[in-house]
DNA sequence: GGCAAATTCAATTGAGTGGTTGAATAACTC
DNA sequence: GAGTTATTCAACCACTCAATTGAATTTGCC
């Protein structure tokens, strides 16, 4: 077998860990912040030793990164360029794979009806101080990261919390990313409720790889 | 099944067409220009039968698109996200996969002996008409497209057609990409031979991709 | 229509993968 | 050190995949 063989062989092995969903959907939730095993698990709804073994498998790709923390191993996303490829792969399968593409204007663009905000517009718009900024994503994930000035307000909470909104503030919600329900979620039920409301277009690992300005500071800061 | 996780399944569909070392290699091949099946059967050294196979699903995903042009299928890469996409997946696997960069370090990069060029600095320097340079793939490749000004001059004829080069200027080699071996072996005969040579960093893919200007023009034009 | 070339299809084989289960290991707590 | 919790290992089964082989299909040419 020539070199060249033996060398796409290697690359092959970054493709196998790509070829399954439940794989990427725990790099998916990886890109939100480092977690545990079992903390992976539950979110990704698989037995404890079935996501253990899909996250040393990516772990021996080289993608994720383990330490041991007490009693748990907590993984995280490797490097930067990891949530990079994540977003390069889901871009050119929206737009190659005809399956995806009609399941995603099925089920979340209701078309562009929830109009989204880029990254650039929202910063724009919270110096002026016209909006109201909402991170929909679990707690957790709040937690371990989040845009400036954004409140935490899962979808369990939003129907409770719609009154601390300020009707007269537009409201951006954003999430985990482009395939991710929550804001489109999150949306919708503002929308219903009488919000002027729009979706932030990139999720927060897209924000954080732009290099923008992220924080980590308790909740009743914000 | 969730929605997500049916989602998720169709990227990995994606990921499933980069698993295999084979696909890879096609791909490559596919993109420095479109060909045939048996064309490229024969330069990835497979049967006709499982190269077909392999086209076949990548066409399936999307990747590639096929023509018919009298007896012959002609395959060609979908479209230019794909190369990126393709380019991105090189990258980390170089960076993370710890096999590949002892594969890439043993076998290509004599360290930085060969020091590559930039694609800018190729730019600047052709202007001033500082160098020559030269196309090392083969010549079905190169008549399929070119960087401007280079003259195609595959590793076989490099030795019989040295006393064609001026030795006074610097000759600049490039070819696939990088984890094409054609432009390292290139520089390394033409050092012996005593020319002051390089290999250009990106190879023709990269070169395309970046809008740069490519010349399809006869080889007795150059 | 009959023949040849290029490609695809269909069936088969051996190897690899994904998920489950139950046992084994590692780290902390008492 | 016994007990508890978090994770990994090992064995297993059903399933998918890569490559080969030979037949079938499509197209162009006489």
Partial sequence: MSFKQ??????????????????LELLEHLAQGERSVDGLARVAGLSVANASQHLRRMQ?????????????????????DVVELLDVFRRVGERHLAEVRQMVDAHLHEKDALE???????????????????????????????????????????E???????????????????????SFEAVARLREAGFRTRRLEPGFPEWKLAGLPISTEEKAAS
Same sequence: chains 1, 2.
């Fill in 116 to 158: 989204p905000v880029s990254a650039e517009e929202l910063v724009e718009r919270c110096r002026k101080g016209l909006v109201t900024l909402i991170d929909v994503r679990p707690e957790e994930e709040y937690e371990a990261g989040h845009i400036p000035g954004a409140m935490n307000v899962t979808i369990e909470d939003l």
């Fill in 60 to 80: 021996q790709a080289g993608l994720v990164v383990a330490r041991r923390e007490g009693k748990q191993v907590i993984y995280a996303i490797a490097a930067d």
């Fill in 160 to 182: 409770r919390r719609m009154a601390e909104l300020d009707p007269e503030r537009e409201v951006i919600a954003y999430c985990r990313g482009p395939y991710c329900t929550f």
């Fill in 6 to 23: 033996q060398l796409n062989d290697q690359f092959a092995r970054l493709g196998k860990v790509l070829s399954n969903g439940r794989r």
